[in-house]
């Protein structure tokens, strides 16, 4: 009896094994930064998320020219709108926007030295995919959905 079962687990294993399992990857496309309205004030993030292979879950986000970044989601409760941080934003096959009125990053601590028209490095952590760099377009504050 043992034995019948011992004997056909091989062809499970073999079966199991087929097709190339796509890696789990999360991309960063639409990458936009706006710089602060005010010297010293916080700028803004806004990017599109796209998992595949089963994704990975969003952990943080950093740049070589901003002290810390911060995940916020703008939230409207009882006709009041507030931002709240956000952690561990989960993206499996599907796609998650950082858009204006929504989900956004905070530069904080940004070189007074970047202006519009820069290129701004970003680089995302994921858990369970590889972390990715992207190259962000900078532009003026509130001008994140400007000339596309
Ligand atoms: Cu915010």
Redesign the pocket.
């Known amino acids: 009896m043992f034995g019948r079962f011992l004997a056909a687990s091989p062809l499970v294993i073999l079966a199991a094994c087929q097709g190339t399992p796509q890696q789990p990857a999360v991309t960063v496309t639409d990458l936009v930064v706006t710089v602060p309205a005010v010297p010293g004030g ?1 700028g ?1 993030g806004y990017f599109t998320l796209r998992g595949a292979g089963g994704g990975g879950t969003l952990l943080a986000v950093a740049s070589p020219r901003a002290e810390r970044i ?1 995940l ?3 939230r409207s409760e009882g006709g009041m709108t507030r ?1 709240v941080a956000i952690e561990r934003v989960a993206v499996v096959d599907d796609e998650v926007r950082f858009e204006p009125g929504g989900k ?3 530069l904080f601590g940004v070189d007074p030295a970047l202006k519009v028209g820069d290129r701004l490095n970003l680089t995302f952590t994921f858990e369970g995919a590889p972390a990715v760099t992207v190259e962000a377009d900078v532009r003026g504050p509130g001008q994140a959905h400007a000339n596309h």
């Open positions: 916080p803004a911060e916020h989601e703008t931002m956004h990053a905070m």
